[in-house]
């Protein structure tokens, strides 16, 4: 089996760590992480779809896993900054086109990327990865949505109950037929790097942004519609966050559109790893 490596390359003042597998020369598929996880969540894709002959490259989001950003940089955490960052990071790694797999807070930055470059994604592979009104689950983002409307200090507080080790682990287990083949260090991980200094108030800066992407929703359609991409939806079916409709949503905008919903919940990659590659591959063997 491949080995997956790890490295670091400085893109828009930032120091951006990343995982890769695969040879360079491989036709590269990008995997963006959700909330709150980071480029770990693809340890065991990644050496899966680098033996199925991809180069894959997971960089970790400013704000999450190993990145660093310097206080100097006065880096404002934004969903239209993530990807612009990420842009600059393929620059940095000299990568020109690419498949790109988005899930939870990966979707809107991978789409805003391509949005400015549409002609270099190949095919999108969204896992719970919404782009659509209706893809919203409705216990887990009243609360967000309440302070979309306000901006108020006590609205955002509320919303700290969501950066808990209980909520965090939910994620992962909530939904799962077989919870306990999670491995743990999935949840104590993403909570561990959550609980550093400073980082939950990135975190509710992150809830308060997410407003700017519904605004896009309509701009994402057009560019699924005009560009004609690609787009595989592999959904865990019980995901609460992310429900079953935004993924079935895809269809009224994607020409080329394949589908499969899964046993599992938010973070439906979780012990599906390899049933993941497999569909990837099968896509993008037909697909590009």
Request: hydrophobic residues 40%.
């Amino acid at each position: 089996m491949a080995l997956t490596s790890i490295g670091r390359v400085k893109a828009d003042g930032i120091d951006v760590f990343y995982r890769h597998a695969g040879s360079k020369d491989a036709p590269v598929i990008l995997l963006l992480h959700g909330f709150p996880s980071s480029s770990f969540m693809f340890r065991n894709l990644m050496p899966l779809l680098a033996g199925l002959g991809y180069r894959a490259i997971a960089p970790d989001l400013p704000g999450y896993g190993f990145t660093q950003v310097p206080i100097e940089r006065k880096y404002q955490y934004t969903f239209a900054n993530f990807a612009k960052t990420t842009e600059v990071f393929l620059d940095a790694l000299e990568v020109k086109r690419f498949a790109v797999y988005i899930f939870d807070y990966g979707a809107p930055t991978g789409l805003r990327l391509a949005l400015n470059r549409p002609n270099d994604v190949l095919a999108i592979i969204t896992q719970n990865g919404n782009a659509y009104d209706e893809g919203f689950g409705e216990e887990f983002w009243a609360p967000i949505k309440k302070y979309w409307e306000s901006g108020s200090v006590e609205d955002r507080d509320v919303l700290r109950s969501l950066l808990t080790l209980d909520v965090t682990k939910g994620q992962y287990v909530n939904g799962s037929p077989h919870p306990y083949l999670i491995q743990p260090e999935t949840y104590y991980l993403d909570q561990a790097l959550m609980d550093r200094p400073g980082n939950k108030e990135i975190q509710l800066d992150m809830f308060y942004d997410y407003r700017t992407n519904v605004e896009l929703y309509s701009k994402f359609h057009e560019y699924f519609r005009s560009s004609g991409v690609p787009i595989l939806a592999v959904w865990g079916k019980n995901d609460t966050i992310f429900v079953p409709p935004g993924a079935e949503a895809f269809k009224r905008d994607v020409k080329h559109f394949e589908l499969h919903f899964l046993d599992s919940g938010h973070f439906a990659l979780e012990t599906n790893e390899g049933e993941m590659a497999e569909l990837i591959n099968s896509f993008l063997k037909r697909e590009t």
